[in-house]
Every structure is written in C-alpha cells, then in structure tokens.
C-alpha cells in the first residue's frame, strides 16, 4: 500500500522555520519525483518544490527559491522541506504527492500525481 505521510507543520512568526518531513511507503523513491505542493484557503493548490532521487534533480517555484530546500534521506524513506524565512503568505496546508517515473523540473506540477497523502497545515503569524 502506497502512503505518503507529512508532518511537520505548525504556528511560527515571520521570519522563523519550520521542516515539514513526508514519510514514503509502499514504492521506491527511483520510481517516483516527489513534490511538495500547498493550498492556501480560497486559493488553488500550487507546486513548490520537487524533488526526483533517480537523476537527483530539484526544482523550485519562485516563491520558494532561495527560502526553502528539499532533500531526502534515503535510508528513511523521507523527503523533507526546510523552510526559512516564513511569510504570511505562506500559510496553507502542504502536501507531499508523488508522480510515477517523474522527472523534477519546472512542468513537474502541472501533472497529475499518482499518489499524494494527508498534508500539514502551515500557519504564518504576522
């Protein structure tokens, strides 16, 4: 059974850090491109970064780039997102979601994903 579990999330101030980690299970990180997308209320849900272990590819939208990271411990099955520098904007729930043989890059989030699991709610105080 494929399960993909985020964690992680919390209340911070702006300016501060949080790591949200997303637990995989049930298929091997070659196979898939792991992506960490969020969805803000009343707003679409939108990509924010990716992450492919099989060519070791990572990608970034342009709100994220240069705030947050995304890597990934193989040996735990985790991929995780550090992020710094925290705005308000950025409050939403996060979401890890996997596409089968997917390749990180800038056209990763507009595809369908496979598999995607509950997210983590994210809140930003000013």
């Known amino acids: 059974e494929v399960q993909l579990q985020a964690s992680g999330g919390g209340l911070v101030q702006a300016g501060g850090s949080l790591t949200l980690s997303c637990v995989v299970s049930?298929?091997?990180?070659?196979?898939?491109?792991i992506g960490w997308f969020r969805q803000a209320p009343g707003k679409e849900r939108e990509g924010v970064a990716c992450?492919?272990?099989?060519?070791?590819?990572?990608d970034y939208v342009d709100s994220a780039r240069g705030r947050f990271t995304i890597t990934s411990d193989n040996a735990k099955s985790t991929v995780y997102l550090q992020m710094n520098s925290l705005e308000p904007e950025d409050t939403a729930v996060y979401y890890c979601?996997?596409?089968?043989?997917?390749?990180?890059?800038?056209?990763?989030?507009?595809?369908?994903?496979?598999?995607w699991g509950k997210g983590t709610q994210v809140t930003v105080s000013s």
């Open positions: 979601e996997a596409l089968y043989i997917g390749k990180c890059g800038p056209a990763f989030y507009g595809y369908d994903m496979n598999y």
């Open positions: 049930g298929f091997s990180f070659d196979d898939y491109a």
């Open positions: 992450f492919s272990n099989s060519d070791g590819m990572t």
